[in-house]
């Protein structure tokens, strides 16, 4: 059984520090794109960051360039994507997903998102 499981959300004020977690099971996981997304309320989900399957390659919104930091661990016993988010504002809050894409054809996977707040 696939799954994605987002961990990490929370309240915190501007300028802070988060770091999301996502535990993969069920797929080959190295061989997966793996990315971040957000969906702020009343607006559209869009990409955040995004990395390769042996993580050689990272891309950003332009909106965190500079603030947000995507990798991986693609460890057997780990299987894990992480977003480190810093210097957060106000416009970062929302519900962050985590998706997986597969290298060549193959079913993409969503979790259930963990929502970050930043307010003072």
């Known amino acids: 059984q696939v799954q994605l499981v987002e961990s990490g959300g929370g309240l915190v004020q501007p300028g802070g520090s988060l770091r999301l977690s996502c535990a993969a099971s069920?797929?080959?996981?190295?061989?997966?794109?793996m990315s971040w997304y957000r969906q702020a309320p009343g607006k559209e989900r869009e990409l955040v960051a995004a990395?390769?399957?042996?993580?050689?390659?990272?891309?950003?919104a332009d909106s965190v360039k500079g603030r947000f930091t995507i990798s991986r661990d693609n460890a057997k016993n780990t299987m894990t994507v992480y977003l480190q988010m810093n210097s957060l504002k106000p416009e970062d809050t929302a519900v962050y997903y985590c998706?997986?894409?597969?290298?060549?054809?193959?079913?993409?996977?969503w979790g259930k998102g963990t929502l970050v707040t930043v307010s003072s």
């Open positions: 990395i390769t399957s042996i993580g050689g390659i990272t891309n950003y």
């Open positions: 069920g797929f080959t996981f190295s061989t997966y794109i």
């Open positions: 998706k997986a894409r597969p290298n060549s054809v193959g079913m993409v996977y």
